[in-house]
């Protein structure tokens, strides 16, 4: 689908018209002891409320033409990851059951799925677009690779980890040059991830922004930059390592060669995820990140 004006826009689910259950894609790796369990005792009581229109164990299912209501993915957030590259430019809804630990996307534990099921199965809920990203290496002026990417596009150095000079530019007008062991340009979902890692801020996830963050910069006031996502982020390295590399969700998209631009810039496809009722950005990451502190209770 792709990406609205304003990632926050939500809309009723399903079904859609001539369907009287929702039609459902469950997802999950089945090398996790958890998510194997969890799978045969909620594949029954989903088919209950959905047609279960396939059951994907090793992320292999094609969905380049699929028309389906909905994907179920078990998992972590890694899981999630997997699944949004993996649909590429047919981005389905989204509903994430965290069988593993952290848990930013797959919010919802195997319990609280089977409490809001029949919920969501009636399409009583609303999905919400999220902004993802598109990176691509200009070699000799021609794009040799393109990844979208719903977390991050990092470079990063690669042995033999001397400190790499990277030049930025916005909308093609010159705005720094990092001395740092790599950069990170993330979405607001990904700012939670590697960019939270390197000392970079929290963005709310239906935010419309990108933030830029080196990695142990060299420079004290280089600090992370948060701009608009309308804009075009070019990069290039002066002197890359031997493996210096664009990386994308943690996938090593290409090996980055003396001349090469790497382009980020708004993805024409949106991340679209299931509005679980009761969850909210702070409450999550209250709870995933241990912050501490009383309860503010209204008079």
Not at 163 to 176: F, K
Not at 254 to 262: A, K, Y
Request: hydrophobic share 40%.
């Amino acid at each position: 689908m792709s990406q609205s004006e304003s990632s926050d826009e939500k809309r009723p689910c399903w079904p859609r018209a001539g369907r009287s259950r929702p039609d459902v894609v469950v997802v999950g790796a089945l090398d996790r002891p958890s998510v194997a369990s969890e799978l045969n005792r909620l594949r029954s009581l989903i088919a209950e409320r959905a047609e279960i229109a396939a059951v994907d164990l090793d992320f292999s299912y094609d969905f380049e033409h699929a028309q389906h209501d909905l994907v179920i993915v078990l998992g972590g957030d890694g899981s999630i990851l997997q699944t949004a590259r993996q649909m590429g430019e047919n981005q389905l809804p989204i509903l994430g059951v965290n069988c593993g630990h952290l848990g930013f996307l797959a919010a919802l534990t195997p319990d609280a799925f089977l409490d809001i099921w029949g919920t969501v199965a009636n399409g009583d809920c609303e999905l919400v677009d999220h902004l993802m990203l598109r990176a691509s290496i200009i070699r000799d002026g021609e794009e040799v690779a393109v990844q979208l990417g719903l977390n991050e596009a990092a470079i990063l150095g690669g042995p033999p980890y001397r400190i790499l000079n990277i030049d930025l530019s916005v909308d093609q007008v010159h705005a720094t040059s990092y001395s740092c062991d790599g950069l990170i340009i993330s979405t607001p979902i990904g700012s939670t991830a590697h960019n939270l890692s390197a000392g970079g801020p929290i963005l709310r996830k239906n935010l419309q922004a990108f933030v830029i963050s080196p990695i142990s910069p060299h420079t004290l006031t280089h600090r992370s930059v948060v701009d608009t996502a309308d804009r075009t982020f070019d990069l290039s390295v002066a002197n890359p390592n031997d493996s210096t590399s664009l990386v994308v969700d943690g996938r090593v998209v290409d090996v980055i060669q003396p001349g090469d631009r790497i382009r980020v810039q708004r993805s024409p496809y949106s991340f679209q995820m299931v509005a679980v009722p009761g969850q909210n950005d702070y409450r999550t990451l209250r709870e995933k990140l241990g912050w501490s502190g009383n309860t503010i209770s209204k008079n």
